[in-house]
């Protein structure tokens, strides 16, 4: 059986200390494998500002998955607000990214990698990306990982010669609701500022990214001139 994958976000905070959020992951499907905290707060309930597209029932989940694994990570870093400057090193097996940036850009950062590996049944689809984590990604890394993600989904499935973007919008459409469920919940947790902004960071993405398909492409056409 292969070693678990681990990513590590170690911050540098303002007053000098520094904390730690260490992420566990299976080594073939990258599923988050970290435990859930042992006292669960009221707003991880999976019918707390439950997403409207959310397919789970609280039967058997009774818990949001995603809101389960944020609490573990928002509450090392509560004292913080979205505007303080904080270095943050992400450590990875195949390499170590330093980044000085707002509290809110990281926790962006580290919001959309538990989403894309927690279990939500709609941000589960971007699992793929998370296991090539890219933190502090520019919109047109995204938008180019998304894509090249997209296609090879479809190739994986079987549908390489399907046509169009169609269901990646629809994908995004969804994911726009999830973030808005999310943020709904962070708004009900204590000192939470950097997290729920976080979420409106990630949302713009959500929201920008179909929009900026077709010029994206075109500005990125010219790089495939050797096809």
Known sequence: MSDPQRIRYLFDLPDGSR???????????FRLS????????????????????????A???????????????IEPLKAL?????????????ERRI????????AMSSVLGLIMATAGCPWTDRF??????????????ETVYRSISMFLLARELAGAGHTQG????????????IVNRGMSRRLGAATRADPARNAMALLDAYTTLLPAALAS????LKPLFDAW
Not at 127 to 140: D, I, K, N
């Open 19 to 29: 904390k730690s959020l260490d992420f566990t992951f299976d080594a073939a499907d």
């Open 34 to 57: 970290n435990a859930a905290p042992a006292a669960p707060p009221f707003w991880t309930d999976l019918k707390f500002n439950q997403c409207a597209n959310c397919p789970l029932n």
């Open 59 to 73: 039967d058997e989940h009774p818990y949001c998955p995603a809101a389960l694994q944020m609490a573990s990570a």
């Open 81 to 93: 607000v979205s505007f303080d400057t904080v270095g943050v090193t992400v450590t990875q097996a």
């Open 98 to 105: 330093y980044a000085e940036t707002t509290a809110q850009q």
């Open 127 to 140: 699992r793929p990306m998370a296991r090539f984590h890219l933190p502090f990604a520019s919109e047109v």
């Open 165 to 176: 973007f169609a269901a990646l919008e629809e994908l995004y459409e969804n994911l726009h």
């Open 216 to 219: 994206s492409l075109e500005e």
